[in-house]
Nanobody
Framework: QVQLVESGGGLVQAGGSLRLSCAAS????????MGWFRQAPGKEREFVAA????????YYADSVKGRFTISRDNAKNTVYLQMTTLKPEDTAVYYC?????????????????WGQGTQVTVSS
């Protein structure tokens, strides 16, 4: 089992920045590919970004590419999502997820463990 706890969400004006954190505990975190997903009101949950266990490989949704950066610190069992130039359409609950396999996937079913989510609200 891997337990995930997100933090860092909040209210920010358009154009601003936030950094989300996801603290992991339980099974070996450093071997998990990690991902961030989000769910806006009335919409399905969607992929945002993912990072391989080593941190060497990352992948982003087109909607956040160039604005968001995913990173991890395996010594701290934490994965981050640095969000810049935020837009109102980035408003959503952001979820951290852990994958048991080493490759990156954008599919939600590819992730076995999920956090409870943290709310990000971007005002215009």
């Amino acid at each position: 089992q891997v337990q995930l706890v997100e933090s860092g969400g909040g209210l920010v004006q358009a154009g601003g920045s936030l950094r989300l954190s996801c603290a992991a505990s339980g099974r070996t975190f450093s071997r998990n590919t990690m991902g961030w997903f989000r769910q806006a009101p009335g919409k399905e949950r969607e992929f945002v970004a993912a990072i391989s266990w080593s941190g060497d490989s990352t992948y982003y949704a087109d909607s956040v590419k160039g604005r968001f950066t995913i990173s991890r610190d395996n010594a701290k069992n934490t994965v981050y999502l640095q969000m810049t130039t935020l837009k109102p359409e980035d408003t959503a609950v952001y979820y951290c997820a852990a994958r048991q396999l080493p490759d990156i996937t954008t599919r939600q079913r590819g992730y076995s463990y999920w956090g409870q989510g943290t709310q990000v609200t971007v005002s215009s």
